[in-house]
């Protein structure tokens, strides 16, 4: 039986986690551009993003926390990540020249997408190594069971809200005009390239 401080600790999780998992980024953007085709696309995207994120709590939980603000992988997982992020955006500028609705795309599925975009944003592991480790160490005051407990709780999040837009943009695509859908893949683009450069500036600031 979860005992009410646990439960009031899980409650937490939740506005917590989806406060960042809803925050606009290149994940969300991905999100809407694999949903254009599949309304599952969020839970692979979700699934890629636990291959990142499940492992990285066990580390966190495992003392390695100093490792991810370590000012050297900062710069490296930034500089690497911004250079990915920006191609995956030019590459989906350059599919917007084809027809409407026939190869508006990112180069790998959505699986992979969830990887690669989780493993390249550096503030995805900043986020872990602050508010993150808090949640976890709380967690952890409940036992091996509450850390599981909190780790399923926190990726059902994830897979809700990255589910719920990509279901959301399948359901409504019919409704995009060829204007509209320029506009909002140019905008997930741009988002994509955008966050890149941030991060590949930020690595010398």
């Given at each position: 039986?979860?005992?009410?401080?646990?439960?009031?600790?899980l409650l937490?999780t939740?506005?917590?986690?989806?406060?960042?998992?809803?925050?606009?980024?290149?994940?969300?953007?991905?999100t809407i551009?694999?949903?254009y085709?599949?309304k599952?696309?969020?839970i692979?995207?979700?699934?890629?993003?636990?291959?990142i994120e499940?492992?990285?709590m066990?580390?966190?939980?495992?003392?390695?926390a100093h490792?991810l603000?370590?000012p050297?992988?900062?710069?490296?997982?930034?500089?690497?990540?911004?250079l990915m992020l920006?191609?995956m955006g030019?590459?989906?500028?350059?599919?917007m020249?084809k027809a409407?609705?026939?190869a508006?795309d990112?180069p790998?599925?959505s699986?992979?997408?969830?990887?690669?975009?989780?493993?390249a944003?550096?503030?995805?592991?900043?986020?872990?190594?602050?508010i993150g480790i808090a949640l976890?160490?709380g967690?952890?005051?409940?036992?091996?069971?509450?850390?599981?407990?909190?780790?399923?709780?926190h990726?059902a999040?994830?897979?809700?809200?990255?589910?719920?837009?990509?279901?959301?943009?399948?359901?409504?695509?019919?409704l995009?005009?060829?204007?509209?859908?320029?506009?909002v893949f140019?905008?997930?683009a741009l988002?994509?390239?955008?966050?890149?450069i941030?991060?590949?500036?930020?690595?010398?600031?």
């Open positions: 039986m979860i005992s009410a401080s646990f439960g009031l600790f937490s939740v506005g917590i986690s989806l406060s960042g998992v809803m925050a606009p980024g290149p994940l969300t953007a991905a551009t694999k949903g085709r599949d599952y696309a969020g692979f995207i979700a699934l890629g993003h636990a291959v499940l492992p990285l066990a580390l966190i939980y495992f003392g390695f490792f603000s370590s050297e992988v900062k710069r490296i997982v930034g500089l690497i990540g911004g920006i191609v030019v590459m989906l500028f350059r599919t020249s409407v609705g026939e508006v990112l790998y599925n699986f992979t997408t969830g990887i690669m975009l989780t493993g944003n550096p503030y995805f592991f900043l986020w872990w190594a602050t976890i160490y967690a952890a005051e409940f036992g091996i069971y509450g850390l599981i407990i909190f780790a399923i709780v990726w999040c994830d897979l809700f809200w990255e589910q719920f837009v990509s279901y959301t943009v399948f359901r409504t695509r019919h995009w005009t060829a204007k509209v859908q320029r506009i140019g905008i997930c988002v994509l390239a955008g966050f890149g941030w991060f590949c500036v930020s690595v010398f600031s």
